[in-house]
């Protein structure tokens, strides 16, 4: 059974202190109770109402406004109770309000009547009952003008039940009333609004509970309509637990039964902090409405775009709060999310900020998935189905999963198995090959690893050569990968018989330098770039010159935005795995801190 519900004016002097308008509390309301309306017992009996003797009842006591007519009406309270209770249960049961308007004619005069009584209104439970079966009148889906009249005058009677500015007339009775429970006005609103939520969610919950007994569970039309009457009031801290009780409700329909207006002010008081909800919540409101997730995506790109990307740090921290990433471990909203940050990606012409936060993001993705009860852990395949599963494995390998010593091993098994599948011919179409070559780069992790390996560690180059290519240029019209091998190797050369020098001058590297500046193919300059910065970071000598030569090089290039990038991504990296050589972190720091952006 419910619980029973004291709910009614305190939400609205809440929302009157808060400037709200007191009607909304009557839509509120108007759906709580048609909740409650559908917990009742399921008894058919249709039991014998004497309905002439409370119309006349109701017609004699008027509004009580003298002390004999407020005394009699304290005497029958009881009898009364029973009698709206019997009325509810006989309504509840029949084929809609046209039918018990046909059933008892006067059941509009009688119950208006009644719900202009203080005196009536004033014991709570009389209350509920009163509006329960204002709502069993109530049409959720209007069929004619009557209906629309009759739901128009359920509103405006449920708003003046609820509405404290209407009960500002009849402040003294009221104020007795609750004076003589032994409340404060405050403190008995309070316990109305607790107990109708409380009342509410305890309904919801163990509807949920019931799985199948469709006998028991409430009427999705009744659960749609209470997610569009809490859609005024959704910022109220006091009915929080009700809007994660509806977010977590599914019932037994296989359509949605919360309303997308509803859902729609959820996320967005949410996304404006406005509300604070469980996780649980967020991640049930966001699969079962996708407008919601891919709104509260753009709306993380776009905080991320309006802070400056001073470290990874920071991005990484929005990033959680935002709740994406721990939502990301259900694949579809992970395969939701990338698909937005891919979209993002194409119309920004690859810029490497965006780069950088899909890297940040897939990383973060990574640590909640691995964080999962492996019980309930998805395999990779559902967050990438269409992927070569091995090639997948092995991006999602984390480094520090691997000595450091197999990491130049690991990073040519993913160039071999890449080069495979893209020099595969089935790989025609250049929509397979940019889904390829997406999913390397938000593993961005292992491109930035082999290209230190290739300085700092003894590897074959060529395989890992080619895996920073296809990164950089993942197209090979006319043979431009293959031209950007050939220069990739030329500089890679030319640095490794620099690499031990310990006093180097901006000179020494002009050869590659000049390779930066004169080539006129992005993709060719931008990889060059990311050798070339890395050898200046690991060098024996490169920490002299380090700075003359960024800045010779993203004055004359536009390169700065991916050496800015590199660097924050670098330093991200290293401090969270670590880097022992601090004489290469010290140089990071001070890059970063005298490093300018080019707008």
Same mark, same amino acid.
């Given at each position: 059974?419910?619980?029973?519900?004291?709910?009614?004016?305190?939400?609205?002097?809440?929302?009157? %202190?808060?400037?709200?308008?007191?009607?909304?509390?009557?839509?509120?309301?108007?759906?709580?109770?048609?909740?409650?309306?559908?917990?009742?017992?399921?008894?058919?009996?249709?039991?014998?109402?004497?309905? *002439?003797?409370?119309?006349?009842?109701?017609?004699?006591?008027?509004?009580?406004?003298?002390?004999?007519?407020?005394?009699?009406?304290?005497?029958?309270?009881?009898?009364?109770?029973?009698?709206?209770?019997?009325?509810? *249960?006989?309504?509840?049961?029949?084929?809609?309000?046209?039918?018990?308007?046909?059933?008892?004619?006067?059941?509009?005069?009688?119950?208006? %009547?009644?719900?202009?009584?203080?005196?009536?209104?004033?014991?709570?439970?009389?209350?509920?009952?009163?509006?329960?079966?204002?709502?069993?009148?109530?049409?959720?889906?209007?069929?004619?003008a009557v209906e629309l009249k009759a739901n128009s005058w359920i509103r405006s009677l449920l708003c003046h039940l609820l509405s404290s500015s209407k009960w500002e007339s009849n402040e003294a009775e009221t104020s007795t009333f609750i004076s003589t429970l032994g409340y404060t006005s405050a403190d008995y609103y309070y316990h109305l609004v607790k107990n109708m939520v409380v009342s509410l969610v305890t309904e919801l919950r163990e509807n949920q509970c019931n799985g199948l007994n469709m006998q028991e569970s409430i009427s999705a039309s009744r659960v749609n309509a209470i997610s569009v009457f809490c859609v005024p009031l959704i910022t109220l801290p006091d009915l929080t637990p009700l809007l994660e009780a509806l977010l977590l409700y599914h019932g037994g329909s296989s359509k949605e039964i919360l309303s997308s207006e509803f859902l729609e002010a959820v996320n967005e008081a949410f996304l404006k902090k406005k509300i604070s909800l469980p996780e649980s919540a967020v991640f049930s409101l966001w699969l079962r409405h996708l407008p919601s997730l891919e709104k509260a995506t753009l709306h993380l790109l776009d905080q991320l775009f309006s802070i400056?990307? =001073?470290?990874?740090? *920071?991005?990484?921290?929005?990033?959680?709060?935002?709740?994406?990433?721990?939502?990301?471990?259900?694949?579809?909203?992970?395969?939701?999310?990338?698909?937005?940050?891919? =979209?993002?990606?194409?119309?920004?012409?690859?810029?490497?900020?965006?780069?950088?936060?899909?890297?940040?993001?897939?990383?973060?993705?990574?640590?909640?998935?691995?964080?999962?009860?492996?019980?309930?852990?998805?395999?990779?395949?559902?967050?990438?189905?269409?992927?070569?599963?091995?090639?997948?494995?092995?991006?999602?390998?984390?480094?520090?999963?691997?000595?450091?010593?197999?990491?130049?091993?690991?990073?040519?098994?993913?160039?071999?198995?890449?080069?495979?599948?893209?020099?595969?011919?089935?790989?025609?179409?250049?929509?397979?090959?940019?889904?390829?070559?997406?999913?390397?780069?938000?593993?961005?992790?292992?491109?930035?690893?082999?290209?230190?390996?290739?300085?700092?560690?003894?590897?074959?180059?060529?395989?890992?050569?080619?895996?920073?290519?296809?990164?950089?240029?993942?197209? =090979?019209?006319?043979?431009?990968?293959?031209?950007?091998?050939?220069?990739?190797?030329?500089?890679?050369?030319?640095?490794?018989?620099?690499?031990?020098?310990?006093?180097?001058?901006?000179?020494?590297?002009?050869?590659?330098?000049?390779?930066?500046?004169?080539?006129?193919?992005?993709?060719?300059?931008?990889?060059?770039?990311?050798?070339?910065?890395?050898?200046?970071?690991?060098?024996?000598?490169?920490?002299?010159?380090?700075? *003359?030569?960024?800045?010779?090089?993203?004055?004359?290039?536009?390169?700065?935005?991916?050496?800015?990038?590199?660097?924050?991504?670098?330093?991200?990296?290293?401090?969270?795995?670590?880097?022992?050589?601090?004489?290469?972190?010290?140089?990071?720091?001070?890059?970063?801190?005298?490093?300018?952006?080019?707008?």
């Amino acid at each position: 059974m419910l619980q029973p519900c004291r709910t009614v004016g305190f939400q609205c002097k809440v929302l009157n %202190r808060r400037g709200a308008n007191a009607t909304f509390v009557g839509d509120l309301f108007q759906c709580l109770t048609t909740l409650l309306e559908c917990g009742m017992a399921r008894d058919t009996t249709m039991p014998k109402l004497n309905f *002439e003797y409370w119309l006349d009842k109701a017609v004699e006591w008027g509004q009580a406004t003298t002390l004999e007519s407020q005394k009699d009406v304290c005497l029958h309270l009881p009898q009364l109770q029973e009698f709206l209770h019997q009325l509810y *249960e006989t309504i509840k049961h029949l084929q809609g309000p046209t039918v018990a308007i046909q059933q008892f004619p006067l059941i509009g005069q009688l119950l208006g %009547r009644l719900c202009w009584n203080p005196s009536v209104i004033g014991y709570d439970e009389s209350q509920k009952t009163l509006m329960w079966c204002l709502c069993c009148l109530y049409s959720s889906e209007p069929q004619n003008a009557v209906e629309l009249k009759a739901n128009s005058w359920i509103r405006s009677l449920l708003c003046h039940l609820l509405s404290s500015s209407k009960w500002e007339s009849n402040e003294a009775e009221t104020s007795t009333f609750i004076s003589t429970l032994g409340y404060t006005s405050a403190d008995y609103y309070y316990h109305l609004v607790k107990n109708m939520v409380v009342s509410l969610v305890t309904e919801l919950r163990e509807n949920q509970c019931n799985g199948l007994n469709m006998q028991e569970s409430i009427s999705a039309s009744r659960v749609n309509a209470i997610s569009v009457f809490c859609v005024p009031l959704i910022t109220l801290p006091d009915l929080t637990p009700l809007l994660e009780a509806l977010l977590l409700y599914h019932g037994g329909s296989s359509k949605e039964i919360l309303s997308s207006e509803f859902l729609e002010a959820v996320n967005e008081a949410f996304l404006k902090k406005k509300i604070s909800l469980p996780e649980s919540a967020v991640f049930s409101l966001w699969l079962r409405h996708l407008p919601s997730l891919e709104k509260a995506t753009l709306h993380l790109l776009d905080q991320l775009f309006s802070i400056r990307l =001073n470290s990874l740090e *920071e991005v990484a921290r929005v990033m959680k709060d935002s709740l994406l990433p721990q939502a990301a471990s259900h694949p579809a909203i992970f395969r939701i999310v990338n698909e937005t940050f891919k =979209n993002a990606l194409m119309e920004t012409d690859g810029t490497p900020e965006v780069m950088t936060i899909i890297q940040v993001f897939t990383q973060l993705f990574l640590q909640a998935y691995q964080n999962e009860n492996k019980q309930y852990k998805f395999p990779l395949k559902a967050y990438f189905p269409y992927h070569h599963q091995p090639l997948v494995r092995s991006l999602v390998r984390h480094p520090s999963e691997l000595p450091t010593t197999y990491w130049s091993q690991h990073v040519k098994h993913i160039s071999d198995m890449l080069k495979a599948i893209v020099e595969d011919t089935n790989v025609s179409c250049l929509t397979d090959l940019f889904e390829i070559w997406f999913l390397v780069a938000c593993f961005g992790e292992w491109l930035n690893i082999a290209a230190e390996q290739l300085l700092k560690a003894a590897v074959e180059p060529d395989p890992v050569l080619w895996l920073l290519a296809f990164y950089y240029c993942p197209k =090979n019209e006319n043979q431009q990968r293959t031209q950007t091998m050939v220069e990739a190797q030329a500089v890679h050369n030319h640095l490794m018989t620099l690499f031990s020098c310990r006093d180097l001058s901006l000179k020494d590297l002009e050869a590659a330098v000049h390779r930066v500046t004169g080539v006129e193919q992005c993709c060719n300059q931008q990889l060059i770039t990311h050798l070339l910065t890395n050898f200046l970071l690991f060098s024996s000598g490169g920490h002299q010159i380090a700075q *003359e030569c960024i800045y010779h090089i993203t004055e004359i290039t536009d390169t700065s935005k991916e050496v800015y990038n590199l660097l924050i991504r670098t330093a991200y990296r290293f401090n969270h795995s670590g880097e022992k050589n601090q004489r290469t972190v010290k140089l990071m720091n001070e890059l970063l801190q005298k490093f300018t952006l080019k707008v």
